[in-house]
């Protein structure tokens, strides 16, 4: 059980174009997603708290108009990177909080050329 | 403000070898304490959740105890399956977000 999705697991985008990831909780509701972000070697940063039906709360620094987040369904969070740039350019996953913690997705790795 | 601080950044052990990764931790008032296991290029995956102090749990080789200020896991006669980064993760008394310390990369050599 507490199984989370991420779609694509990787992607590769022209600089300017806009990117969406998708976390899905499969096997169970979340009325809470989290995004992060992690460097090579660095531990998970959090961008943002995503709620069920309401506005995302994000992290200071993290920019709300640069990445949109939109949590339609108790199963379905989306992350869009706007007008990505190469500085864009990480390990994105999310998570989804269940019964006892936060269950993790397999991540995204974006790459804006 | 939390602050969670992991030692050793790395590990290097010989199969067989036990040892234990550490985990300090302040926060205001604690919810709980998490170990979380990450293999390169993928999500963490969920070890362990600690309560309160004196609190310890154990999977396998692995066993997490907990005290006021820090945690502690601990590493039974490691496999080169074991080979993962170790993070440790704090999540304060009414929130809902966990922060994380940089991790314990652990190697094991067969």
């Known amino acids: 059980g507490a199984v989370v999705s991420q779609h694509p697991s990787w992607v590769i985008c022209k600089s300017g174009t806009s990117v969406k990831i998708e976390c899905r909780s499969l096997?169970?509701?979340?009325?809470?997603m989290f995004w992060y972000r992690q460097f090579p070697k660095q531990s998970l940063m959090l961008m943002a708290t995503?709620?069920?039906?309401?506005?995302?709360?994000?992290e200071q620094g993290v920019e709300k108009d640069k990445f949109l987040i939109n949590h339609a369904s108790l199963t379905l969070s989306t992350l869009t990177v706007t007008s990505a740039h190469p500085e864009d350019s990480s390990f994105y996953i999310c998570?989804?909080?269940?019964?006892?913690?936060?269950?993790f997705g397999p991540g995204t790795r974006l790459l804006v050329l | 403000e939390d602050q969670v601080t992991q030692s050793p950044e790395a590990l290097r052990l010989q199969e067989g070898e036990s040892s234990s990764l550490n985990c300090s931790y302040t926060?205001?008032?604690?919810?709980?304490l998490f170990w979380y296991r990450q293999d390169p290029g993928k999500g963490p995956e969920f070890l362990f959740t600690?309560?309160?102090a004196g609190e310890e749990k154990e999977k396998e080789r692995l066993k997490a105890t907990l005290t006021k200020k820090e945690s502690f896991l601990h590493i039974t006669a490691p496999k080169p399956e074991d080979s993962a980064t170790y993070l440790c993760?704090?999540?304060?008394?009414?929130?809902?977000?966990?922060?994380f310390g940089t991790g314990t990369r652990l190697t094991v050599i067969p």
């Open positions: 995503s709620n069920e039906g309401s506005k995302a709360t994000y």
């Open positions: 993760a704090v999540q304060e008394t009414g929130a809902n977000n966990l922060f």
């Open positions: 096997d169970f509701q979340a009325t809470t």
């Open positions: 600690l309560y309160s």
């Open positions: 926060v205001s008032g604690l919810r709980g």
């Open positions: 998570s989804a909080s269940g019964k006892e913690t936060q269950y």
